[in-house]
Structures are given as structure tokens and as C-alpha cells.
């Protein structure tokens, strides 16, 4: 069973940054793609950003193209959100997420969930 544990969130002033990270644990670390879904209060859950297994292909929602960048470390088993240039519409509770894949690609659904962390956003 894979667990995902999130770290780093916290407060930030709008046009700061702040890092996220996600470790995962279990399962075949080498096949998970993983990604960082948010949801704001009153909103639904919506994908952030998104990495392949190998780190060769990532995806960004149009909200943070440009100012989040997402990694993965050298042992593939731990992801990183880099959020600069914050914003108060990034307020929000951020969860990391996983999904088993059989090639190298971005997916659109994840199975795995971290507990979440809040990020919040003072302008």
C-alpha cells in the first residue's frame, strides 16, 4: 500500500513562495506518478500539477503555469512543489497524490492520497 506523507505548508505573503514536499512509501515507488491536486474552500479538488514516473513529462493547470514548478528527487521517491509568486486564489488545502503506471506519462486519475496540507496566502 503506498502512503504519501506531505510537508511544508504554511503561510506566505502574496508574491513569496513556498515549497511543498511529498514522500512516498510502499508499493512500486519506481512506477508512481504523482501530482499535487488543491481545493479552496467551497471548491472542488482540481490537479495542480503532475509528473511522470521518470520526471520527463509534467503537467501544469493554466492557474499556476509559470510560477509553480514541480520535481522529483533523485530517488524518485519524493516530490517537490515549488510555488513562487504566491497568490491569496492559492489559498487552499494541498494533497499529494499517486497513480501506479505501466509507462512513462502524465495520468489523469490517482489512486493514492496524502492527508493533505494547508496553504494559506495573506495579501
Known amino acids: 500500500q503506498v502512503q504519501l506523507v506531505e510537508s511544508g505548508g504554511g503561510l506566505a505573503q502574496a508574491g513569496g513562495s513556498l515549497r511543498l514536499s511529498c514522500q512516498a512509501s510502499g508499493g512500486t515507488l519506481n512506477n508512481l506518478a504523482m501530482g499535487w491536486f488543491r481545493q479552496a474552500p467551497g471548491k472542488e479538488r482540481a490537479l495542480t500539477a503532475a509528473?511522470?514516473?521518470?520526471?520527463?513529462?509534467?503537467y501544469y493547470s493554466d492557474s499556476v503555469l509559470g510560477r509553480f514548478t514541480i520535481s522529483r528527487g533523485n530517488a524518485k521517491n519524493t516530490v517537490y512543489l515549488q510555488m513562487n509568486s504566491v497568490e491569496s486564489e492559492d489559498t487552499a488545502v494541498y494533497y499529494c497524490a499517486a497513480a501506479d503506471t505501466d509507462d512513462d506519462y502524465v495520468p489523469s486519475i490517482f489512486v493514492h492520497w496524502g492527508q493533505g496540507t494547508q496553504v494559506t496566502v495573506s495579501s
Open positions: 509528473i511522470s514516473r521518470s520526471g520527463a513529462y509534467t
